[in-house]
Every structure is written in C-alpha cells, then in structure tokens.
T-cell receptor, first 112, second 115 residues
Framework: GESVGLHLPTLSVQEGDNSIINCAYS??????FIWYKQESGKGPQFIID?????DKRQGQRVTVLLNKTVKHLSLQIAATQPGDSAVYFC???????????FGKGTMLLVSP | DSGVTQTPKHLITATGQRVTLRCSPR?????VYWYQQSLDQGLQFLIQ???????AKGNILERFSAQQFPDLHSELNLSSLELGDSALYFC??????????????FGQGTRLTVV
C-alpha cells in the first residue's frame, strides 16, 4: 500500500485493548474538529467530529474529547480490532470555512 | 468504495511537464475538494469548488489550477512540475458547500511522481 509518512508517532496495542490517540491543535480560534482514519492505499475516511462548544462526543466504539484550554484533542477507540490499524489524523477548522488544517497523524498498529 | 473516482491512479512525468488529474464526485455531491499529501508536508487543503464555482482556496501554488465542470467532475492541473510536487493528490466530495457538519468522502488518490 501507499506510505503516508515515514516518521509518524506509532501506537501499538493488542486486540481488545482501548486505544487513545492524541492531537495537539495549533489555532485557539479553531471551532470545529474532525478525526480521520487512513488505511494503507486509501483516502482518509471521516470517523467523528466535534464542535468547540462540546467537550465530548461519542460514536460507535469511538469517543472524541476536546480540551480547549490546552488545545488538545483525543480519540478513544474501544475494544480495538485489527481492522482499526491505520493512520489517524485530526483536522481543525475555523469559522465553518472549507479550509481544514491537518495534524501529522498517528499510526495505530493492532496485534491479534 | 467511497463513490469518489479519481484517475489516473498513478502518474509518472518529468520535471517541467504539465498533468491533469481528474475527479468524479459521488452522485449528488456538489462540492469537490482537492488535497495534497506529501511525506514532509502531510495533508494540505488545496482548493474547493461548489457547483462549478471556486469556493475556498488553501495552499495552492500558482502553477496549479482547478476547475469544476457542469457535470460536477473536477480537474486539477499541475504545470511546470518540480520534483517537490511528487505526492498523493486526493479529491473529496460532499453535498454541502461547507466542511462543517457534513461528511466529505475521499477518493483513493492519484500518486504523482515527478522525475
């Protein structure tokens, strides 16, 4: 598959563990955030989003936490599965315009 | 399959040349976004079109241009290519004109290699 980065932080977990992927965003004016998953050889895939007026949002097996005080975002994946192995990116947006600024990404490796 | 089709999948060309990348959005989607993904810069937003009109511009070089046609497919033109333009180019589409509260679906990308 395609390589998306040579020096990405990597999180290695066992199947069934909970995973936490962190992201420090850059702009205190950012008010909308998205987490994407990118599998090898594929384009990014939307996972979950959150607006800045919330500090937590839950989806199916995923939870996003937002701490605006320290400009930190995290993605929690419950009961991680081998199919969750991918690179995960956070992205931030200001004011609802279309420009998204992406983080560098974290590679998640899930062992059976 | 996201429903977004990008062609070609791979492209190898020489410095100084010009190439055109093509994107067909999902049926019903009016917005098309172009992104560049390189090893050193990561994912960067280039430009967005909505229903044929340019809607937003990101870090797009002057050597690059794009357009969206009446049938809503889009093309990204890259000219005077340099080695540093080698990257994955993604197209994404969505229904709305804004990225907020709407899911954008990405194609599988075009891998451009400039030699």
């Amino acid at each position: 598959g395609e390589s998306v980065g040579l020096h990405l932080p990597t999180l290695s977990v066992q199947e069934g563990d909970n995973s936490i992927i962190n992201c420090a965003y850059s702009n205190s004016a950012s008010d909308y955030f998205i987490w994407y998953k990118q599998e090898s050889g594929k384009g990014p895939q939307f996972i979950i989003d959150i607006r800045s007026n919330m500090d937590k949002r839950q989806g199916q097996r995923v939870t996003v936490l937002l701490n605006k005080t320290v400009k930190h975002l995290s993605l929690q994946i419950a009961a991680t599965q081998p199919g969750d192995s991918a690179v995960y990116f956070c992205a931030e947006n200001i004011g609802g315009y279309s420009t998204l600024t992406f983080g560098k990404g974290t590679m998640l490796l899930v062992s059976p | 399959d996201s429903g977004v089709t990008q062609t070609p999948k791979h492209l190898i060309t020489a410095t100084g040349q010009r190439v055109t990348l093509r994107c067909s959005p999902r049926s019903g989607d009016l917005s098309v976004y172009w992104y560049q993904q390189s090893l050193d810069q990561g994912l960067q937003f280039l430009i967005q079109y909505y229903n044929g009109e340019e809607r937003a511009k990101g870090n797009i070089l002057e050597r690059f241009s794009a357009q969206q046609f009446p049938d809503l497919h889009s093309e990204l033109n890259l000219s005077s290519l340099e080695l540093g333009d080698s990257a994955l180019y993604f197209c994404a589409s969505s229904v709305l004109s804004t990225i907020v509260n709407t899911e954008a679906f990405f194609g599988q990308g075009t891998r451009l290699t400039v030699v």
